[in-house]
């Protein structure tokens, strides 16, 4: 038995922030009802990778039924009304106060439902101060400072994924599950609230903690990590990048005695501790490179491996495809082809291995919906 199974989930998503959260509770065995415009969730159009469809949508939608419904007709208001009824979970990231306005506010929906769990997600939350901001992940990035510290010394960069929005399903999923817990236990619902950017903020922590009281935030350091060194990516005469990370004085010792096999640079006044390293970030590495520029990338690795020094390879997406440690799974697209995807990143190791339900077609699952939770078969 799945750990969710049972538990119906009512959600008003679009993108990618609420489906991933929902995807999530879709595979613990929750029964999630995805409400979509006519037009379906705009994901659904977001390019067409997936054997013709959304490589976004495919991927955070399996296991979903989807219905189309206009809830400001009052037919389709009614039916809503009938399913969160039943709900344990509703969740929505439409636009801030769009819900309230169609009567489906959370403040209402609580009062009447005691026992339910609502999760709005939002771009920037509710305040006034930020009122008609639309809070999309790249924008979120840029507003947040993420954008500010990414990407090289002569260029801002985007984090390479939607890192706003998945942090914030993650963290809604997380929210959730507290919930359902607290519900288990007491009968009591919840409200509960998550924003982009407050996602994005909790994450810049350490870069702000360090420009309201230390010497500064960060500067963009490309593949270097801006706090410890050495931690960055280092090429071969192959032209090959190698990133090496050193986390104690142990690690340099060693990386210097056994891999550079100069142990006299580890002792050099410069280098003896971290904060030296890091001060002297430049004039190290021009060492590290005098030894490392003589070696290829699987002799410099080899060494790397021997020595106990943790080490990557700065690969390209088509390596990821080809990674011995990528797990993957089966899914349907709505068409009915079949992808091969990521596995969920959590394992049940005493479960077997499923392929996932499928990805719905837009209001696949309509009629049905509105036969089970017709008003009148309610009230009968």
């Known amino acids: 038995m799945k750990p969710l199974e049972g538990c119906l989930v009512i959600a008003i ?67 809503l009304e009938a399913m969160i009824a039943q709900a344990d979970v509703v969740i929505q990231n439409l636009a801030p106060g769009a819900l309230t306005r169609a009567g489906f506010g959370s403040e209402r929906l609580r009062k009447d439902y005691p026992g339910l769990i609502t999760c709005d997600i939002s771009g920037y939350g509710e305040s006034e101060a930020m009122e008609g901001m639309k809070g999309y992940d790249l924008l979120v990035q840029a507003e947040s400072g993420l954008v500010g510290i990414s990407g090289g010394p002569g260029e801002v960069g985007r984090i390479g994924v939607s890192v706003c929005d998945v942090g914030t399903g993650m963290t809604a999923h997380a929210a959730i599950l507290e919930a359902l817990y607290r519900k288990a236990r007491t009968g009591e619902g919840a409200a509960l609230k998550l924003s982009l950017f407050d996602m994005a903020a909790e994450w810049m922590t350490v870069p702000l903690i360090h420009s309201d009281f230390g010497a500064g935030a960060p500067t963009r350091q490309g593949l270097r990590h801006p706090s410890i060194a050495p931690y960055g990516a280092y090429r071969t005469k192959d032209g090959i990048d190698t990133l090496i990370s050193i986390q104690n004085e142990r690690e340099w010792h060693r990386l210097c005695a056994q891999v550079f096999l100069c142990p006299e640079m580890a002792t050099d006044p410069r280098y003896e501790n971290n904060s030296l390293r890091v001060t002297n970030r430049n004039a190290m590495d021009a060492d590290i490179l005098a030894v490392v520029g003589k070696l290829t990338a699987d002799e410099f690795r080899s060494r790397l491996l021997e020595a106990g020094i943790a080490f990557a390879g700065v690969n390209s997406v088509e390596q990821l495809s080809a990674h011995r440690a990528l797990r993957r799974r089966s899914v349907a697209t709505c068409e009915g082809t079949r992808i091969d995807l990521p596995a969920p990143p959590v394992q049940w190791v005493e479960d077997s291995v499923e392929d996932a339900a499928g990805t719905p077609r837009i209001g696949a699952h309509t009629n049905a919906l509105r036969a089970e939770f017709s008003p009148a078969r309610q009230e009968g």
């Open 13 to 79: 998503e679009q993108a990618v922030a609420a489906p991933l959260c929902t995807a999530r509770l879709a595979e613990a065995g929750a029964r999630v009802i995805k409400i979509e415009r006519p037009e379906g969730d705009f994901a659904r159009g977001y390019d067409t990778a997936a054997n013709g469809e959304s490589s976004y949508f495919i991927w955070i939608n399996q296991g979903k039924e989807s219905a189309v419904l206009n809830f400001k007709e009052p037919g389709d208001a009614a039916l």
